[in-house]
């Protein structure tokens, strides 16, 4: 019992620095964005839904695999691809928002948003690394 509860902590702060990740990404991307893309204000507004969804997608993909963990292996499969292929429709909302919408939303912001998400899965460690250093000595470990 134990060992699922570490198991559970670990996947939370894996799930945290993830989010992490993806929001520094936001914000690097749109910062230059800024300073290449004109008008700015779009550019901003794609970046911006493009991280939120970056967001929620990993949201969905954390209770999935929450979820996932409880059923029978052959279930499992089952739901996890379908919600594979769910997750990969809601990347598309945002860029076909972004498409039938260019005034408002840029749509390479919007692919800079979403790409935050793979971003985001590659500095997590370095994210925890990071977190684990700034800690004090006394405190628990992650």
Same mark, same amino acid.
């Given at each position: 019992?134990?060992?699922?509860?570490?198991?559970?902590?670990?996947?939370?702060?894996?799930?945290?620095?993830?989010?992490?990740?993806?929001?520094?990404?936001g914000f690097v991307f749109g910062?230059? @964005?800024?300073?290449?893309?004109?008008?700015? *204000?779009?550019? $901003?507004?794609? =970046?911006?839904?493009?991280? !939120?969804?970056?967001?929620?997608?990993a949201a969905h993909l954390y209770?999935?695999?929450?979820?996932?963990?409880?059923?029978?292996?052959?279930?499992?499969?089952?739901?996890?691809? @379908?919600?594979?292929?769910?997750?990969?429709? *809601?990347?598309? $909302?945002?860029? =076909?928002?972004?498409?039938? !919408?260019?005034?408002?939303?840029?749509?390479?912001?919007?692919?800079?948003?979403?790409?935050?998400?793979?971003?985001?899965?590659?500095?997590?460690?370095?994210?925890?690394?990071?977190?684990?250093?700034?800690?004090?000595?006394?405190?628990?470990?992650?």
């Open positions: 019992m134990e060992n699922d509860k570490d198991t559970l902590r670990g996947a939370r702060i894996t799930f945290y620095t993830l989010l992490i990740g993806i929001v520094v990404t910062a230059l @964005g800024c300073i290449f893309i004109k008008p700015r *204000l779009p550019y $901003i507004f794609g =970046v911006t839904i493009g991280t !939120l969804a970056a967001c929620g997608i209770y999935t695999i929450g979820k996932s963990l409880d059923m029978s292996e052959e279930k499992a499969a089952g739901y996890t691809r @379908g919600m594979a292929v769910l997750r990969l429709m *809601l990347m598309g $909302i945002p860029l =076909v928002a972004a498409c039938l !919408l260019p005034e408002y939303l840029n749509v390479l912001g919007v692919l800079f948003g979403l790409t935050g998400l793979k971003i985001g899965a590659f500095l997590a460690p370095g994210v925890l690394k990071i977190i684990k250093k700034f800690k004090k000595e006394g405190e628990r470990e992650c």
